[in-house]
């Protein structure tokens, strides 16, 4: 399997066993929700986890989902209640919950007032799970209360969250406590952040200029989220080290219909970027509930793969469904069967394409090596992670074997689809040494293997290492 997968922790998969069941199903990334709980309050489940990492020597990346500027509804009188179309509720900032909540229709308080300054009548307000869905019929207050209609019927629950598609809303994808949770997180060894709400190039600036603070490298993945996230995708996408394509709160900013086009676009755009693209949200979601997927749920999870995700994220399903392991099993399969139709499609890995980058053309050209010389796998010495990155973005049916000797790199690489992260012999001055003495000792090659190796060799005139060199090497 090359793909990657992500499970999200919760009451379902915390405990040793199921952690260490997925690890080696193939789960090499977990996330940790930050709206359910905080970074101290994960410690039992992180120290497990690297209990499991050292007990397998596998590397484990644990990602910390930072909740972002979520707008929620507060508490809702006689909730849950249920509310048919051509209903009403009003809407409104907090302060004016004593003003209208005694009225015969439900009052629906926000507290972030930027949330609803500007709406105007025939806008629509949507619950974050689709249902009901609102219309702005009238403004009560200009910027603070407005009189909504159901246009379709549906249950409204306390604290759920609200979207306004098509409203630009000017807040921080960083909050406050956003960022206490960070340098909590920072603190007892969270690998990767995942933002969330991203709509802009500085947003992702801003929480790089946090974890600099602690003089580290770790990932950042934006989460796309709105709409004007989505727009601004390209200049996200020069300073964040991954998207998520978060289908859930996309799906209500966005129309439905055009979901799945935005999704093969973000791909697309992380694939010429040579950034991981993750793909989330109601994966195998009936797995909740039930031992099999539905059809239409393989064909989904089959088509990202084969839209160039890199990874792909169960929340619900490993978090508080009832069947965590069955539903890795699942996708698994799913994958080794798209990935074999992939590798017979494809007769060639990928070109890159509109690169003036020479590292972009090296890491095809060992790609190309491996596929003509029948190849067992590409092992590359990535100090960075960038050369597995360009060589991951080629696609080759081969593992990609990316050595490195730190360890927030090796974190990082297991968000690249096809790439097996390897912590390489420091004491090892040269790497193409470090790579042939890995191949040389390693299980995974039999004598007779052919493995291609990229590697940086200094040359007169070179001040740094730079991949420049690929062999065949022969165990």
Do not use: W
């Not at 799970?129 to 019929?137: L, M």
């Amino acid at each position: 399997m090359h793909i990657k997968v992500i499970a999200t922790i919760g009451p379902s998969s915390s405990s040793k066993e199921i952690l260490k069941e997925m690890v080696l199903r193939g789960v090499s990334i977990f996330r940790l929700n930050f709206s359910h709980n905080t970074p101290k309050g994960f410690i039992p489940i992180i120290e497990t986890l690297r209990e499991i990492e050292l007990e397998l020597g596998l590397p484990i990346t644990i990602m910390g989902d930072l909740s972002g500027p979520k707008i929620r509804i507060g508490e809702v009188k006689n909730s849950p209640l249920y509310l048919g179309k051509g209903y009403k509720a009003i809407l409104g900032l907090e302060s004016f919950r004593e003003r209208y909540e005694d009225r015969e229709v439900p009052f629906l308080g926000v507290k972030i007032k930027e949330a609803i300054q500007g709406l105007k009548v025939g806008m629509k307000a949507i619950l974050s799970d689709g249902i009901p869905i609102f219309r702005v019929e009238e403004v009560l207050v200009p910027d603070k209360v407005y009189l909504l209609e159901v246009e379709s019927g549906g249950n409204v629950s306390s604290n759920k969250g609200i979207n306004f598609p098509g409203k630009h809303i000017s807040l921080p994808a960083l909050t406050d406590t956003d960022k206490k949770n960070l340098h909590e997180a920072m603190e007892i060894g969270i690998d990767a952040f995942a933002l969330s709400f991203v709509q802009n190039k500085k947003d992702i600036i801003d929480i790089k200029n946090e974890i600099q603070k602690h003089n580290k490298f770790v990932p950042v993945i934006a989460k796309l989220e709105r709409a004007n996230g989505v727009e601004n995708l390209d200049e996200i996408l020069e300073v964040a080290d991954g998207i998520m394509v978060a289908r859930g709160d996309l799906g209500l900013e966005c129309p439905l219909p055009s979901l799945p086009i935005i999704q093969k676009r973000i791909i697309n755009a992380c694939n010429r970027q040579h950034k991981p693209a993750i793909v989330a949200t109601q994966m195998l979601l009936s797995m909740v509930h039930n031992p099999l997927p539905t059809r239409a749920e393989t064909t989904d999870v089959a088509n990202a793969i084969m839209d160039g995700a890199d990874c792909l994220m169960l929340s619900d399903e490993t978090a508080v469904g009832n069947f965590p392991i069955e539903v890795i099993n699942i996708i698994k399969e799913i994958a080794q069967n798209t990935e074999n139709y992939i590798f017979e499609q494809q007769k060639e890995p990928l070109k890159p394409t509109h690169e003036i980058d020479p590292g972009s053309y090296l890491a095809y050209s060992a790609c190309l090596l491996a596929n003509y010389a029948n190849a067992k796998g590409i092992a590359c010495h990535s100090t960075s992670g960038k050369t597995a990155r360009l060589i991951s973005s080629c696609r080759p049916k081969q593992k990609i074997y990316g050595l490195t000797p730190h360890m927030e790199v090796i974190k990082y690489l297991n968000f690249m689809k096809g790439v097996v992260p390897i912590l390489s012999d420091a004491k090892i001055p040269n790497h193409l040494d470090r790579v042939e003495n890995f191949v040389q000792h390693s299980d995974l090659f039999k004598p007779g293997d052919k493995i291609i190796i990229t590697s940086g060799q200094p040359t007169p005139g070179q001040l740094e290492k730079h991949t420049n060199q690929i062999k065949i090497y022969f165990k």
